[in-house]
């Protein structure tokens, strides 16, 4: 008697513990209306001076965690409605080229520990993250098998953490991706939401166009297809249109913030005038931010296309994103604190202000 109370009580003890997620998943939410995700953390966390930009790798996982989980907290804040893992560019391919393989396990289990915990604080979706290897080749088979280990090992982790969903982004090869897809299928039971890049050339480096790259994913069983990354809003929109023309599923618009234009569609083609048309790329980006009115206005002719999955990619701050979600008529905590210039002390209208400041308003 005695034992068998006992094991009962250790059986309602692990079922407790293991009890399943009770929010909504991806799907559920995708079917009532858009979902916003944060993503360009990378980028985010070098401007703050927690990470080096050129190898990207975001070792600030190890050396300030708390800085890691402010971000999470603060795009979420700002109205992002998934807590993805900062397991961009954590892979072994990218540790090695910065010397630190020995760190990719716990690098890779703090990442998705932190971003569990704001998930589930915050009752966001809890996404993984896997994504481009730049080792992919398809004419060399030592590397493609470790690509496959790359994806394997990471979806891996992935799954023990309980994500609720997969993100496989940022690939250049439409291949890549659907080997990135493949492994989440294959070591997850989660829905996998794949995007690729579009770099200057209108094609994949498979020389697959964008729609037809989408139309291969869905048919490999991706629930969410899409493009992020190095295109801005107006660069990225007519790609998006033939997309969704092109597949059933949902799909997923995540660009990047900045002004780029025909001549040069990606962030890394963008050159300034100030500087002797040197490449902006990373670090001089600045003058080509898009305002919170671009973003917004993109969120609003994303949705307007029927995409339901959004986001900004490198580049967003969190200002960024609560100005998508207010385009998408959501008033997120953040939103308590979005500009009101009617009590601005020369251009407001409140009657508290006083006229000795108004009337100067055009010499200003
Ligand atoms: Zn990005």
């Not at 909504?24 to 916003?36: D, N, T, Y």
Request: glycine share 6%; proline share 6%.
């Amino acid at each position: 008697m005695a034992s068998t109370a006992k094991s009962k009580r250790s059986s309602r003890g692990k079922q407790a513990r293991a009890k399943p997620y009770k929010e909504p998943g991806l799907l559920k939410r995708l079917a009532a209306g858009p979902v916003i995700c944060a993503e360009g953390y990378v980028f985010e966390l070098e401007r703050r001076g927690y990470l080096q930009a050129g190898a990207f790798v975001p070792v600030v996982l190890t050396e300030h965690p708390e800085v890691v989980e402010q971000l999470h907290m603060d795009f979420v804040h700002a109205g992002s409605d998934v807590t993805q893992a900062l397991t961009y560019y954590v892979h072994r391919e990218k540790l090695r080229v910065i010397g630190r393989e020995k760190d990719l396990v716990p690098m890779n289990r703090i990442a998705l520990q932190i971003a569990r915990k704001v998930a589930r604080r915050t009752h966001t979706l809890f996404a993984g993250d896997i994504c481009n290897t730049n080792i992919y080749d398809p004419n060399d088979r030592k590397a493609l098998k470790e690509v496959e280990r790359i994806f394997e090992e990471q979806v891996g982790w992935a799954a023990d953490a309980g994500v609720d969903y997969i993100v496989a982004e940022t690939f250049s090869w439409g291949a890549e991706a659907l080997m990135a897809l493949e492994a989440i299928r294959r070591y997850s039971k989660v829905p996998a939401v794949v995007t690729f890049s579009v770099h200057r050339e209108e094609n994949m480096r498979d020389g697959w166009t964008p729609a037809e790259t989408c139309q291969r994913l869905e048919a490999a069983g991706a629930d969410v297809v899409g493009v992020n990354c190095h295109r801005g809003p107006d660069t990225i929109m007519p790609i998006l249109r033939e997309i969704r023309r092109a597949v059933k599923c949902e799909v997923a618009a995540l660009p990047v913030p900045y002004r780029t234009t025909p001549a040069q569609p990606s962030f890394m083609s963008l050159t300034d005038p100030c500087c002797d048309h040197a490449r902006a790329f990373p670090v001089g980006l600045d003058p080509f931010v898009c305002t919170r009115a671009e973003m917004s206005k993109f969120a609003q002719e994303a949705a307007a296309l029927g995409i339901q999955y959004l986001g900004i990619c490198c580049g967003a701050g969190p200002h960024h994103i609560r100005a998508l979600a207010e385009g998408l008529g959501r008033h997120p905590p953040a939103s308590k604190y979005s500009a009101d210039m009617s009590k601005h002390a020369f251009f407001g209208t409140d009657k508290r202000i006083k006229a000795v400041q108004t009337e100067y308003r055009s010499k200003l």
